[in-house]
C-alpha cells in the first residue's frame, strides 16, 4: 500500500533569464547563419562574373568618349571608336582646340569651376559642423525642434528656391558674382551636412566627451581635439559628395551668376558646344572629358573615405 504521506520528488526549477538568454542566443544564430549564407552567395564566382561584367558595360561609354576626343575629326565622321585597333589615328589637337581655342576658351571656365567648387564644399562644411556639435552636445531649449526643421528643408526643391533668391541678390545687388553661387551652394548643403555630422557625432561615445569636460575642456576644445578627429571619414563623405555635386552644376550657376566668361563655371561653357558647336565631336567630346576627369579622379582617389563616411555609425557594439 502506498504511503499517501511519502515526499514529492524534486522539480527543477526553470530560471526565466536563461530561458531568455537561450532564446537570444538561437535567435542571433539563427541571423549569423542567415548572414553567413547570404556572404557565401555574394562571394560566389558567379556573383564576382556578374559584378565584373556590369563594371565593363558601365565603363564602355566613358572608355569610348575618351577614345573619341583623341581622335580626329575625319575619323570620328567616318568610323566609330571601336575601330582604334585597325585605325590607330590619335591626336592631341582636339584637346589643344578646346582648351585654349579662342572660340571654345575652356580653360577659362575651367578656373571658374576649380574657383566655384572649393568655397562651396568648404563654407557648408565649417557651418555644419559648428551646428552639428550645438545640436548633439549642447544642451538649449527647443534643440529637437530645431533639429526636424533642419532635417525637414532636405525636401525643399530647389526649384522652388530659385526665383525668390536670385530676386533677393539683385535687391542685394550682388547677382552674377562668385559670392551668390557660394550662397547658394552653401544654403542647399547645409541641412543635409548637418544632419550627417549629427548622427555621427550622437554615435560617439559620451564617455569621451564626459573626460575631457572633467579634465577641464571646454566646447572649443573638445570640438577641436576629441571631436575632430573621430569626424575625418564623416567630412570626407560629404566633402567628396558636394564636391561632385558642384562641379557637375548647371542649374544654379547658370541662374544665378549668368553665362558670362568671368563667372561660368565649366557646365556652361560645355552645354553652350552642344548647342553652337553641334557637329564638332571631336570639341564636345574633349570638353565633356575635361569636365568628367576632376570628378572621376576624385572620386577615385578618395573613394575608400566615402565608403567609410558612409557605414560610419551604420553598426555598434
Same mark, same amino acid.
Given at each position: 500500500?502506498?504511503?499517501?504521506?511519502? =515526499?514529492?520528488?524534486? /522539480?527543477?526549477?526553470?530560471?526565466?533569464?536563461?530561458?531568455?538568454?537561450?532564446?537570444?542566443?538561437?535567435?542571433?544564430?539563427?541571423?549569423?547563419?542567415?548572414?553567413?549564407?547570404?556572404?557565401?552567395?555574394?562571394?560566389? =564566382?558567379?556573383?564576382?562574373?556578374?559584378?565584373?561584367?556590369?563594371? *565593363? +558595360?558601365?565603363? *564602355?561609354?566613358?572608355?569610348?568618349?575618351?577614345?573619341?576626343? $583623341?581622335?580626329?575629326?575625319?575619323?570620328?565622321?567616318?568610323?566609330?571608336?571601336?575601330?582604334?585597333?585597325?585605325?590607330?589615328?590619335?591626336?592631341?589637337?582636339?584637346? /589643344?582646340?578646346?582648351?585654349?581655342?579662342?572660340?571654345?576658351?575652356?580653360?577659362?571656365? $575651367?578656373?571658374? !569651376?576649380?574657383?566655384?567648387? @572649393?568655397?562651396?564644399?568648404?563654407?557648408?562644411?565649417?557651418?555644419?559642423?559648428?551646428?552639428?556639435?550645438?545640436?548633439?552636445?549642447?544642451?538649449?531649449?527647443?534643440?529637437?525642434?530645431?533639429?526636424?526643421?533642419?532635417?525637414?528643408?532636405?525636401?525643399?526643391?530647389? #526649384?522652388?528656391?530659385?526665383?525668390?533668391?536670385?530676386? /533677393?541678390?539683385?535687391?542685394?545687388?550682388?547677382?552674377?558674382?562668385?559670392?551668390? *553661387?557660394?550662397?547658394?551652394?552653401?544654403?542647399?548643403?547645409?541641412?543635409?551636412?548637418?544632419?550627417?555630422?549629427?548622427? %555621427?557625432?550622437?554615435?560617439?561615445?559620451?564617455?569621451?566627451?564626459?573626460?575631457?569636460?572633467?579634465?577641464?575642456? &571646454?566646447?572649443?576644445?573638445?570640438?577641436? #581635439?576629441?571631436?575632430? =578627429?573621430?569626424?575625418?571619414?564623416?567630412?570626407? !563623405?560629404?566633402?567628396?559628395?558636394? $564636391?561632385?555635386?558642384?562641379?557637375?552644376?548647371?542649374?544654379?550657376?547658370?541662374?544665378?551668376?549668368?553665362?558670362?566668361?568671368?563667372?561660368?563655371?565649366?557646365?556652361?561653357?560645355?552645354?553652350?558646344?552642344?548647342?553652337?558647336? &553641334?557637329?564638332?565631336?571631336?570639341?564636345?567630346?574633349? &570638353?565633356? %572629358?575635361?569636365?568628367? +576627369?576632376?570628378?572621376? *579622379?576624385?572620386?577615385?582617389?578618395?573613394?575608400?573615405?566615402?565608403?567609410?563616411?558612409? @557605414?560610419? &555609425?551604420?553598426?555598434?557594439?
Amino acid at each position: 500500500m502506498t504511503n499517501a504521506s511519502a =515526499p514529492l520528488p524534486p /522539480q527543477t526549477l526553470v530560471d526565466p533569464l536563461e530561458v531568455d538568454t537561450t532564446r537570444k542566443t538561437s535567435r542571433f544564430s539563427r541571423t549569423d547563419a542567415r548572414a553567413a549564407r547570404a556572404a557565401k552567395k555574394l562571394s560566389s =564566382p558567379w556573383t564576382s562574373l556578374t559584378a565584373i561584367l556590369i563594371a *565593363i +558595360v558601365w565603363t *564602355i561609354p566613358t572608355f569610348g568618349l575618351l577614345v573619341t576626343s $583623341f581622335r580626329p575629326r575625319s575619323e570620328i565622321r567616318t568610323s566609330g571608336w571601336w575601330t582604334l585597333p585597325w585605325n590607330p589615328g590619335l591626336t592631341l589637337d582636339n584637346y /589643344q582646340e578646346a582648351l585654349f581655342g579662342s572660340s571654345t576658351s575652356l580653360i577659362t571656365y $575651367f578656373v571658374n !569651376s576649380v574657383v566655384i567648387t @572649393l568655397p562651396a564644399v568648404i563654407i557648408p562644411i565649417s557651418l555644419a559642423l559648428l551646428a552639428a556639435y550645438a545640436l548633439a552636445w549642447i544642451d538649449f531649449k527647443g534643440r529637437a525642434i530645431l533639429f526636424v526643421a533642419i532635417f525637414a528643408l532636405q525636401v525643399v526643391p530647389i #526649384q522652388v528656391t530659385l526665383i525668390p533668391l536670385l530676386s /533677393q541678390y539683385v535687391s542685394w545687388g550682388i547677382a552674377g558674382s562668385f559670392w551668390v *553661387i557660394w550662397l547658394s551652394h552653401s544654403i542647399f548643403a547645409l541641412p543635409l551636412a548637418i544632419y550627417i555630422l549629427h548622427n %555621427f557625432m550622437k554615435d560617439i561615445p559620451p564617455s569621451l566627451v564626459e573626460a575631457a569636460r572633467m579634465d577641464g575642456a &571646454g566646447h572649443v576644445k573638445i570640438f577641436f #581635439q576629441v571631436l575632430m =578627429p573621430l569626424l575625418t571619414p564623416a567630412i570626407a !563623405s560629404f566633402a567628396i559628395f558636394q $564636391f561632385l555635386w558642384v562641379w557637375n552644376d548647371l542649374l544654379v550657376a547658370l541662374t544665378f551668376a549668368g553665362g558670362t566668361t568671368d563667372v561660368a563655371p565649366l557646365t556652361v561653357r560645355v552645354a553652350e558646344l552642344s548647342g553652337t558647336r &553641334g557637329s564638332q565631336w571631336q570639341l564636345l567630346s574633349a &570638353g565633356a %572629358f575635361i569636365a568628367l +576627369v576632376v570628378p572621376l *579622379i576624385v572620386f577615385l582617389s578618395l573613394q575608400r573615405y566615402f565608403v567609410r563616411g558612409l @557605414l560610419a &555609425g551604420s553598426v555598434k557594439g
